[in-house]
T-cell receptor, first 117, second 115 residues
Framework: AQKVTQAQTEISVVEKEDVTLDCVYE???????LFWYKQPPSGELVFLIR??????QNEISGRYSWNFQKSTSSFNFTITASQVVDSAVYFC??????????????FGSGTQLTVLP | ETGVTQTPRHLVMGMTNKKSLKCEQH?????MYWYKQSAKKPLELMFV???????ENNSVPSRFSPECPNSSHLFLHLHTLQPEDSALYLC??????????????FGPGTRLTVL
């Protein structure tokens, strides 16, 4: 079985603050992919990043950065200098491949981020 | 139109009604997905279609019946639903024959209310 835990249900920050969204995952597979998606109030999920289990390099994209640590099974997401437009629900997801079993894609329960002006 | 579109955006139905949700992708992808998003619960993958064939069916009740007539269109037929089926139903598509390691593009969803 696989599982994704986003312990932070809701976070509020003031604009320009940095904020980190936590994601902890569980899987017995050695090959897997981790994702972050953003869901603004309009509803559709927007892809942010994909990371495979063999690539532990951290990634930075503008104000966004991701810290992947296999030793702690975590894939945390940091927004630097947050803006009001960053307000959304953020989902972490795991896609793993178990031999002899069906493919699975598991989402965390999401973190509601509110950035106050 | 571009991306992934879904119709209707909102649907209210009684438990005895039959309705269908429609999804269309304009991205040239070959895999499509249905998800259910309920309040306070994680996003649930319902069905995966790859090259118009169903490749995943995650123990979804038979009152939900998917149909994929071609790689650009996906339907979810609904009949005799229960109030607990009220949720946001999201459609997504990706390139790569249903490979769940690929980036998925989502539609805006259909907000379904079952009375």
């Amino acid at each position: 079985a696989q599982k994704v835990t986003q312990a932070q249900t809701e976070i509020s920050v003031v604009e320009k603050e940095d904020v980190t969204l936590d994601c902890v995952y569980e899987t017995r597979d050695t090959t897997y992919y981790l994702f972050w998606y953003k869901q603004p109030p309009s509803g559709e999920l927007v892809f942010l990043i994909r990371r495979n289990s063999f690539d532990e390099q951290n990634e930075i994209s503008g104000r966004y950065s991701w810290n992947f640590q296999k030793s702690t099974s975590s894939f945390n997401f940091t927004i630097t200098a947050s803006q009001v437009v960053d307000s959304a629900v953020y989902f972490c997801a795991l896609s793993a491949f178990s031999s002899g079993s069906a493919r699975q894609l598991t989402f965390g329960s999401g973190t509601q981020l509110t950035v106050l002006p | 139109e571009t991306g992934v579109t879904q119709t209707p955006r909102h649907l209210v139905m009684g438990m005895t009604n039959k309705k269908s949700l429609k999804c269309e992708q304009h991205l040239g992808h070959n895999a499509m997905y249905w998800y259910k998003q309920s309040a306070k619960k994680p996003l649930e993958l319902m069905f995966v279609y790859s090259l118009e064939e169903r490749v995943e069916n995650n123990s979804v009740p038979s009152r939900f019946s998917p149909e994929c007539p071609n790689s650009s269109h996906l339907f979810l037929h609904l009949h005799t639903l229960q109030p607990e089926d009220s949720a946001l139903y999201l459609c997504a598509s990706s390139q790569g024959e249903g490979f769940l390691g690929n980036e998925q593009f989502f539609g805006p969803g259909t907000r379904l209310t079952v009375l």
